[in-house]
């Protein structure tokens, strides 16, 4: 089992940038498919993006391409969210993921692919 944190949520204005963090615990982060992704009250939770193991492959929602970047550090065993032109809309719990048990496929997007989940960090993005 791996324990992830994430952290940087906030209040921002519409707009504004936030950068997720969520550090990994354990030696063999750089073997995880890493995954984000939000809950907004009353809506099940949702992709937001997603990263291969060496970083070289990304996938986006569309609602986020071209605003969202995902990136990883395999030596600090972190994974990034740069979030930024903020709209009310991307007001939710953020949560990374860890696949554990990534193939050769591109990154999943089903919540059922992954099997670590972090506690979240609440991200409120005012009009």
């Known amino acids: 089992q791996v324990q992830l944190v994430e952290s940087g949520g906030g209040l921002v204005q519409a707009g504004g940038s936030l950068r997720l963090s969520c550090a990994a615990s354990?030696?063999?982060?750089?073997?995880?498919?890493m995954g984000w992704f939000r809950q907004a009250p009353g809506k099940e939770r949702e992709f937001v993006a997603a990263?291969?193991?060496?970083?070289?492959?990304?996938r986006y929602t569309d609602s986020v391409k071209g605003r969202f970047t995902i990136s990883r550090d395999n030596a600090k065993n972190t994974v990034y969210l740069q979030m930024n032109s903020l709209k009310p809309e991307d007001t939710a719990v953020y949560y990374c993921?860890?696949?554990?048990?990534?193939?050769?496929?591109?990154?999943?997007?089903?919540?059922?692919?992954?099997?670590?989940w972090g506690q979240g960090t609440q991200v409120t993005v005012s009009s």
């Open positions: 354990g030696r063999t982060f750089s073997s995880y498919v």
């Open positions: 990263i291969s193991r060496s970083g070289g492959v990304t």
């Open positions: 993921a860890a696949d554990r048990f990534a193939s050769g496929r591109p990154p999943p997007a089903v919540p059922s692919e992954y099997d670590d």
